[in-house]
């Protein structure tokens, strides 16, 4: 069974480029997570999705960010018009109905 | 909204040491998790905690939930190297669409 799988692992983009994360949780879990995390900081909550419904986005700025989880295929997060505030590490974790959430290892973006 | 606490941020200890670290929530929760972050990786489930006062031990680590569902503790015995990262504490309140909701961690250092 392997584990939350994210990617890419690096990203680079310029100002104003989009960025694309994807994320495919693990077998049978319903629940994704994103998260984002600046160097030396905790982890920010953004958004938590069930296959195609966003349960919670009250983390997520309100513009340039969106999210899915569609019905087949992996959760997507989408940045527009990158800025270079957006750069950091930004977690996927999946979590069955109940128990702990499993984390992929990360994009790293870093807008230039 | 839910506010999770972990104070202080960082915490420096010697080798054999005996490590404490809490967990404090605004809100009544369902259940509260721990997670473990190496330098440079991502974050690891480690345990979740439901009942009141439910006390959990792995190997060294010893997690506990407190009497009133809104706080928590980790002690770590007899610290080791490898105990190095940063842990990372996370309440959910009760319902199906809960969000998890993460402290700003922990970060311990181990001196050998």
């Known amino acids: 069974n392997a584990g939350v799988m994210q990617n890419p692992r690096h990203l680079v983009r310029r100002r104003g480029q989009e960025a694309r994360l994807r994320c495919s949780p693990m077998?049978?879990?319903?629940?994704v997570y994103w998260y984002r995390q600046l160097p030396e900081e905790g982890l920010k909550f953004m958004v938590y999705?069930?296959?195609?419904?966003?349960?919670?986005e009250s983390g997520m700025p309100k513009e340039r960010f969106s999210a899915e989880f569609p019905k087949e295929g992996p959760s997507i997060l989408r940045i527009q018009q990158v800025v270079r505030g957006d750069s950091a590490a930004y977690f996927c974790a999946s979590s069955p109905l109940i128990g702990g959430a499993f984390f992929g290892q990360g994009t790293r973006l870093t807008v230039v | 909204g839910q506010q999770v606490m972990q104070i202080p941020q960082y915490q420096h200890v010697q080798e054999g040491e005996d490590f404490t670290t809490y967990c404090n929530s605004s809100t009544t929760l369902s259940n509260i998790q721990w997670y473990k972050q190496r330098p440079g990786g991502h974050p690891v489930f480690l345990i979740q905690l439901v009942k009141s006062g439910e006390v959990k031990k792995q190997k060294r680590l010893t997690f506990q939930f407190g009497e009133a569902k809104k706080n928590s503790s980790l002690h770590i015995t007899a610290t080791q190297t490898t105990d190095v990262g940063t842990y990372f504490c996370a309440g959910e309140l009760a319902g199906a669409n809960s969000k998890l909701t993460f402290g700003k961690g922990i970060t311990l250092s181990v001196r050998p």
């Open positions: 999705l069930q296959k195609e419904n966003i349960i919670d």
């Open positions: 077998k049978g879990h319903s629940h």
